[in-house]
């Protein structure tokens, strides 16, 4: 019998009986319905599949669902409050910092995660904390505003 894994996604307990050596992205795909992370490369070298976990980015795509009990993993879909995007989530949509889209939760949620820690990041702060991410389309400049705006927000809201 497999070992039930309780962790917190996305603010509420959940609890699955995947196979602990399973990759994170594939349970939050096929099992939650998640599909905002995205399998890029499989090989730590995109960020396509970015997550949040206890507020640090984390590979789903390598991370093994068995190492997260106890932990609060937080995707793409858990950042709306209310109905309301989060202020991040809004800076890219005004500064139209995504392209093709395929690569965008994974830089929101590395974004998201600098801002909780330095809530007024320098530019090279914020490249920084995106350089694990591989962006083809060539939004960079633009996330790069996207991410300065948002400091911006979330500083005026507090």
């Not at 196979?19 to 099992?31: A, C, G, H, M, Y």
């Not at 950042?79 to 910092?97: K, N, Y």
């Not at 530019?123 to 505003?145: K, T």
């Amino acid at each position: 019998m497999k070992p039930t894994i309780e962790f917190e996604l996305n603010g509420k307990p959940v609890t699955t009986m995947a196979d602990p050596s399973t990759p994170l992205l594939f349970v939050l795909r096929n099992e939650f319905q998640l599909k905002g992370a995205r399998f890029g490369c499989g090989e730590e070298q995109c960020g396509a599949c970015m997550v949040l976990v206890d507020d640090q980015p984390v590979y789903a795509c390598s991370r093994e669902i068995g190492t997260l009990a106890g932990k609060a993993v937080q995707t793409i879909e858990g950042l709306a409050q209310d109905g309301s995007p989060h202020p991040v989530q809004t800076a890219f949509i005004e500064e139209q910092a995504a392209q093709c889209g395929y690569c965008t939760s994974g830089l929101i949620m590395s974004s998201v995660a600098l801002l909780k820690r330095c809530p007024a990041p320098d530019r090279s702060a914020i490249i920084e904390a995106l350089d694990p991410h591989l962006c083809r389309c060539g939004v960079h400049n633009r996330v790069i505003r996207a991410v300065e705006k948002a400091a911006a927000i979330m500083r005026k809201s507090t």
